[in-house]
């Protein structure tokens, strides 16, 4: 299967002259499909250098199914249509698997491409679709050249409605926020791979810094333009909200920067990429003593940033609005 079938008609014999007709009927049997397909081909005897050639006639490989059961019979015909004769029949079993023509897989709404990662706290999800799918077939989603470590997604036996849809979790996408990723997928049958789509292209927007859908730090709690450092106890914590797409251990980075005592610029590292132990958003020990330095009436500055592909790489982490 998968290719044209050839009939071929030897045309030595006596009864075969040039010019004659030769109508041949290829039926097909066991094809999945609701009926027997029947394809009829025709071609004309014809003769080369004073030799008859042997005719060969073509079914079209879309009428060619693995594991059919074949027939093919031919009738001889003079050229205003009356018989001369007819062959026997031939049976044969097609092998091998028949090309599969599938669609991309696609983005169930409210989800839309460009796909703006922190509007969907759920994630999003994308939905093969083949109405051709047998009882026992299924479907695995596939990403053309995954981040290093990503696991193959599952293979799922399509539903009532011959589809099979597959959620893009929001550790997924963040992951691959700023990027476009391929998607396709494969059709099981029988235990192997019997088809795979076409690729699809899916763009995950980058997340802005400073996107006011992300937590603003705060200094146990206070929100207010206004900070009374010497009356911090030492067990003060910078704090955030969990933010969107929050996963425990992510890297973040925090600083303070503000103005020493003689209005000259200071800056203090609170966190440098470190995995966040907080298992509900962030809080991280204050700069006390640092605070306290700070001179009187400046301005204060608290930054905070997190990683959420999980590495630590500054460069890619995503600020969040800062707090003066």
Not at 13 to 27: H, Q
Not at 100 to 117: E, M, R, W
Not at 203 to 232: F, H, M, W, Y
Request: glycine share 8%; hydrophobic share 40%; proline share 8%.
């Amino acid at each position: 299967a998968g290719n044209p079938l050839l009939l071929v008609v030897v045309t030595a014999d006596n009864r075969f002259v040039v010019g004659y007709d030769v109508i041949a009927t290829y039926t097909a049997t066991n094809t999945g499909q609701p009926a027997d397909v029947v394809v009829k081909v025709s071609g004309k005897v014809e003769a080369e250098f004073g030799q008859k050639k042997v005719l060969f006639l073509e079914v079209p490989n879309d009428k060619i199914f693995a594991g059919s059961n074949v027939t093919a019979t031919y009738e001889l015909r003079k050229p205003n249509g009356d018989p001369v004769g007819s062959s026997s029949t031939a049976n044969a079993t097609v092998t091998g698997s028949t090309p599969i023509d599938l669609l991309p897989p696609s983005l169930v709404a409210p989800a839309i491409n460009p796909i703006d990662v922190l509007a969907y706290p759920n994630g999003v999800t994308v939905r093969i679709e083949y109405l051709g799918a047998l009882k026992a077939d299924r479907a695995r989603l596939v990403e053309v050249n995954p981040p290093a470590g990503s696991p193959q997604f599952p293979l799922v036996e399509f539903n009532s409605d011959k589809q099979v849809d597959t959620v893009l979790s929001p550790a997924f996408l963040a992951a691959r926020h700023g990027k476009i990723m391929e998607l396709r997928w494969n059709l099981n049958r029988n235990g192997g791979q019997a088809g795979k789509s076409p690729a699809t292209q899916m763009s995950v927007l980058k997340i802005a810094d400073g996107d006011p859908r992300l937590p603003t730090p705060n200094i146990d709690g206070n929100t207010s333009s206004e900070l009374k450092v010497q009356e911090l106890t030492t067990d003060a914590r910078i704090l955030a909200v969990k933010w969107p797409l929050f996963e425990p251990g992510q890297p973040i980075w925090v600083n303070c920067a503000g103005f020493d005592s003689n209005g000259d610029a200071v800056s203090k590292d609170v966190r440098s990429g470190e995995p966040n132990d907080s298992m509900d958003g962030l809080s991280v020990a204050a700069p006390v003593e640092w605070l306290k330095e700070l001179k009187d009436g400046t301005e204060l500055k608290i930054t905070c940033a997190v990683n959420l592909d999980g590495s630590a790489i500054k460069a890619n982490a995503v600020t969040f609005p800062p707090r003066s």
